[in-house]
Nanobody
Framework: QLQLVESGGGLVQPGGSLILSCGAS????????MGWFRQAPGKERAFVAA????????AYSDSVKGRFTITRDNAKNTVYLQMNTLKPEDTAVYYC?????????????????WGQGTHVTVSS
């Protein structure tokens, strides 16, 4: 049974940075694509970023492109989301998710496994 666990959330001022991590137990991340989604208060969960199985291909939502970077370290069984120039509208619960295939996924239905989420609050 795959378990995904996010970490690294917290309170940060506008313009600041955070790095989220997603680790896995019970199964390796190596073989499959991963993604990050977020759910802001009162809104539906939305796609943030995705990475394919070997890190050679990535994708981002328009709202975070140029500010966020998704990477993975398969040797450490971990996926990261580097978030720079954070804005109050980035405030949300951030979830990592894993597909059962190698290639990028852009919607929730593309992903089979989910973490419990980590809170990110951007506020002064």
């Amino acid at each position: 049974q795959l378990q995904l666990v996010e970490s690294g959330g917290g309170l940060v001022q506008p313009g600041g940075s955070l790095i989220l991590s997603c680790g896995a137990s019970g199964r390796t991340l190596t073989a499959n694509a991963m993604g990050w989604f977020r759910q802001a208060p009162g809104k539906e969960r939305a796609f943030v970023a995705a990475i394919n199985w070997n890190g050679g291909s990535t994708a981002y939502s328009d709202s975070v492109k140029g500010r966020f970077t998704i990477t993975r370290d398969n040797a450490k069984n971990t996926v990261y989301l580097q978030m720079n120039t954070l804005k109050p509208e980035d405030t949300a619960v951030y979830y990592c998710a894993q597909r059962t295939v190698l290639d990028l996924g852009y919607t929730e239905s593309n992903y089979a496994y989910w973490g419990q989420g980590t809170h990110v609050t951007v506020s002064s």
